[in-house]
Each structure stands twice: as structure tokens, then as C-alpha cells.
């Protein structure tokens, strides 16, 4: 699955990325902000992760800049399985910190999101991190007013972590549950995506 912005291509990650993907997030102050990323992060773990499959309704996209030359790796944004709700997640490399790609990637991944049928995302963001906050809400998510504690694997505790929401069907005031997927919707959702 793929997916375009005015500046970056969304693609799936592949084996060969993986040192250009340690290049860009093998930095302690993107890491601490990942609740599953280890700190140190190693080769190893991009390797991994470059390598890791990922279900049709849960995409994770590497973020490319689209240039005259090679593209550049800009970050990561995708969709995952987090006890059964959609979950939005991104981080961006350091060079590329405050240029709008955080915003501009996600709402991509919310775009697919909405094409693979899923209702309702959330997401979250450690509160020691409000630039993140300030993407969600520039997205349309919406401060539950809670907060959970959360493991970050690189920080090594638990830390405090804002909850966000967004409904995809318009109203956020509120916001169903995510549907249950069969085969045969996912392979209707992704026919209706080729297609598109």
C-alpha cells in the first residue's frame, strides 16, 4: 500500500531501508518518545522492524521525501492493533522536526484509514511531548480528557501519557467502536483502495 502528500510518498517499509531507517531514529529524543522502540536502539532493531510485515487494515508506512535525487527518509507513520483499536502513531527525524511533515503524513495515514473502513482511531502522546499534542489536534483529534501511564521501553518506567481520539465518520462528539473485520470485508476494503 502506498500513499501521497504534496512532498512525501507513504510506502511500506522493505529490508533494504534499514540503514537509512537506524540513520534516522537511532536518536534518544525520538526514541523516548515511541512507547516500543529500545533505547539504545541498534541496527538490529531497524533491520527488524524495516523487515516486519504488517496486516492490510494496520498499514505503517515509511515517510519519504520526494526529491530531484534519492529520496530522503523522513520518519514513519502508521496504524496499529492496540487492544483492539485503531492506533495512530509517527515519529520524524530531528533534521526534519517543525516543517508541517508530522501533520502532513498523518493525515495521509487518517485518509487510509478512513478508505480501510476503520471508524475511529486514537492515539496519544507522552505529555513531556506536546509538539505531538499539537500535531493530533491539528488533525481533528480530540483530548479525552484522560490520560493513561504507559510503558516506554527506552525511557525503562512508565510515564504519563495524554489520550486522543477522532471519530472518521465526520462526529466526534461521539465515537464508535472499531468495526470487527472478516476476510471478506478486508479484501472488499482493499479492492475499493486498487481501485481508487
Not at 537509512?20 to 523516548?32: F, T
Not at 516486519?52 to 496504524?79: K, M, W, Y
Amino acid at each position: 500500500m502506498f500513499a501521497r502528500t504534496e512532498r512525501l510518498l507513504l510506502r511500506p517499509s522493505w529490508p533494504e531501508d534499514s540503514d537509512q531507517l537506524y540513520g534516522a531514529v537511532a536518536d534518544e529524543a525520538i526514541v523516548r518518545n515511541l512507547a516500543l522502540a529500545p533505547w539504545p536502539y541498534r541496527f538490529e532493531d531497524a533491520a527488524i522492524f524495516a523487515a516486519r510485515e504488517h496486516p492490510l487494515h494496520f498499514p505503517n508506512f515509511l515517510l519519504l521525501q520526494r526529491t530531484d535525487g534519492a529520496p530522503r527518509l523522513v520518519g514513519s507513520c502508521g496504524i496499529h492493533n492496540r487492544d483492539g483499536e485503531a492506533e495512530l502513531g509517527y515519529w520524524i527525524g530531528r533534521p526534519y522536526w517543525g516543517l508541517g511533515y508530522a501533520t502532513e503524513a498523518a493525515r495521509a495515514v487518517v485518509g487510509v484509514a478512513e478508505a480501510l473502513g476503520h471508524q475511529r482511531l486514537v492515539s496519544g502522546h507522552f505529555i513531556d511531548n506536546p509538539a505531538s499534542g499539537r500535531v493530533l489536534r491539528k488533525l481533528g483529534f480530540r483530548h479525552t480528557g484522560k490520560c493513561e501511564q504507559r510503558h516506554s521501553k527506552a525511557r525503562g518506567h512508565v510515564a504519563t501519557c495524554a489520550l486522543y481520539e477522532m471519530s472518521l465518520d465526520g462526529n466526534n462528539a461521539e465515537v464508535p467502536a472499531m468495526p470487527r473485520f472478516t476476510e471478506a470485508t478486508m479484501r472488499e476494503h482493499f479492492d475499493r483502495l486498487q481501485a481508487a
